[in-house]
């Protein structure tokens, strides 16, 4: 598998890792959403991403790209239910509608579970728009004619 991604697991975890300052200073309250630091958080990481498969050329760039914001949104996942307590202030808020009642035992593992769900996919994206951003760059630069990742 790793040499269909171009990069050994341990590089893949480590790129991934590039985005997991965010999430610990956000959930924290150390960085706010909509300031230059917050957007740089967000942006630089996948921006690396990018730059490493178009450095390294991996065979695959799209497939390795979303395999790192999938891993990514493992770190995203893992970093929130980590710092739950510390990002809600100690208290589960409650559900609503349908829910609305339940108690906060329940309220608090449906919440994490969404939050899980929530970090997995979001992650997932980053990389999958992160890899679109790469294999585009790498056609523009007449590197990938073939649609398939590796050189024409």
């Known amino acids: 598998m790793t040499a ?7 590089a893949l975890v480590g790129l991934a890792a590039l985005a997991a300052p965010r999430v610990v200073l956000h ?16 942006v630089v990481p996948p921006a690396c991403w990018v ?3 178009l450095w390294w050329r991996p065979p695959r760039p799209f497939a390795t790209v979303v395999v790192v914001g999938a891993l ?8 929130h239910q980590l710092l739950w307590d510390a990002a809600l202030g100690g208290r589960t808020p409650p559900l ?23 970090s997995l996919v979001t992650g997932t994206l980053v990389g999958v728009v992160a890899g679109a951003v790469a294999l585009l760059l790498r056609r523009v630069a007449g590197e990938d004619r073939s649609g398939t990742g590796g050189r024409a």
Do not use: C, K, M, Q
């Open 72 to 79: 990514y949104g493992v770190l995203l996942a893992a970093g």
């Open 96 to 118: 609503g509608g349908a829910l609305a009642g339940t108690g906060p035992a329940v309220a608090e593992v449906l919440l994490r579970a969404a939050a899980v769900v929530s």
């Open 4 to 10: 269909r991604l171009g990069f050994s697991w341990p």
């Open 51 to 53: 730059a490493a498969v």
């Open 27 to 42: 959930d924290l309250g150390v960085v706010e959403e909509g300031t230059l630091l917050t957007g740089l958080l967000v």
